[in-house]
């Protein structure tokens, strides 16, 4: 038994689509049409029609393997011309729902020689994808192609929403946009000098991945204090989204300690009290003189700063070339928070 699609004269197909899935059917789609007004009218196929009515189409088109050229939201399909086909009709279907359905001539797609091949790019955004063609002539529509099958992967990443800043709890709840069609998601996650400190993969069902709605994957344990950084993977391709930064812990201030006021000597370290935690960075930036640009600006790991997990007091330098006048120094905190200045100058 074959099920084929039945336009009726003058209606439009939009109302019922479904795919034929009775056991011993064949896999060529099936459309039931309601509504009015459409372009693509058919007034049957040739089954019903001799040759005293006009050119019968008996010959079946054939996908070209594969199918096409692929992009994130498109596919080049690719099939042989039929002798004395007018026009082509073309079926998409995209994860089991109609997706596209159109009808174009022998001569738009190329091959009214019925000696090139016929090729169309049809839209289609991820997913699986089926699609079926069929042959025309000016007055009926032959067999149904056999079906290909692909799958089309996007280029979208995740975007991240959080978390993002300080966060005070030990666990960590982590977000993002969902993304059309993606059935799986893989967090990354790396810090306090571990890499990874956790890779973690949660269903887009598991995740509450919704229209509208934002993804959500809580940890199942507490993290230490430190920073940490993570990104994020669909199943629709291997592109990682962008990094977003975190940190795990009481929210700390750095407290700057020297030099200060006026000192008898320029030749001595500059040293602050660091945060608890590891894994923080130190940005120091001193100005000296009347200039804009500053004398020093450079980042600095708690390790090198000599203040490892936060223990200990921070300490850079000496930095020779300070003239001791209009002099002043900040720190920064993992590239957020700015300390308030230091003033020094040289003693005369």
Not at 341 to 346: A, E, G, Q, V, Y
Request: contains cysteine; glycine residues 10%.
């Amino acid at each position: 038994m074959q099920f084929k699609p039945i336009y009726a004269a003058g209606f439009v197909a939009s109302a019922v689509w479904s795919q034929s899935t009775m056991a011993g059917c064949s896999s060529e789609p099936d459309v039931l049409v309601r509504g009015a007004t459409m372009s693509l009218v058919a007034l049957d196929v040739c089954d019903y029609y001799t040759e005293a009515d006009g050119i019968l189409i008996d010959d079946v088109p054939s996908f070209v393997p594969p199918t096409g050229e692929f992009g994130p939201d498109f596919a080049k399909l690719v099939f042989t011309p039929v002798a004395d086909a007018d026009t082509y009709e073309i079926w998409v279907d995209r994860n089991g729902e109609l997706d596209f359905l159109d009808s174009a001539s022998a001569t738009f797609l190329g091959c009214a020689d019925e000696v090139s091949m016929c090729s169309l790019v049809i839209p289609s955004g991820a997913g699986a994808v089926n699609a079926w063609v069929r042959a025309r002539s000016t007055i009926c529509a032959g067999p149904w192609s056999a079906v290909t099958s692909f799958t089309l992967r996007s280029d979208a990443r995740p975007i991240l929403v959080g978390p993002s800043g300080t966060v005070a709890c030990g666990r960590v709840a982590y977000e993002w946009d969902p993304l059309d069609a993606a059935a799986r998601y893989t967090v990354f996650v790396e810090g306090n000098r571990q890499s990874p400190f956790l890779v973690q993969s949660i269903s887009a069902a598991d995740a509450g991945c919704k229209v509208g709605r934002r993804c959500r994957l809580v940890s199942t344990s507490s993290y230490p204090d430190g920073n940490y950084r993570f990104w994020m993977q669909s199943d629709l391709n291997d592109q990682w989204s962008s990094a977003m930064e975190f940190r795990v812990g009481t929210e700390h201030h750095v407290e700057l300690v020297s030099p200060s006021g006026a000192v008898s000597c320029l030749n001595v370290p500059f040293t602050f009290r660091p945060v608890p935690g590891a894994g923080h960075t130190y940005r120091i930036w001193i100005n000296d003189g009347p200039g804009e640009q500053p004398f020093l600006d450079r980042v600095y790991t708690d390790e090198e700063a000599g203040c490892i997990d936060g223990r200990g007091l921070c300490s850079v330098g000496p930095f020779a070339g300070l003239t001791g006048c209009h002099s002043r120094f900040w720190v920064q905190l993992d590239g957020g928070e700015w300390t308030p200045p230091m003033d020094f100058s040289l003693a005369e």
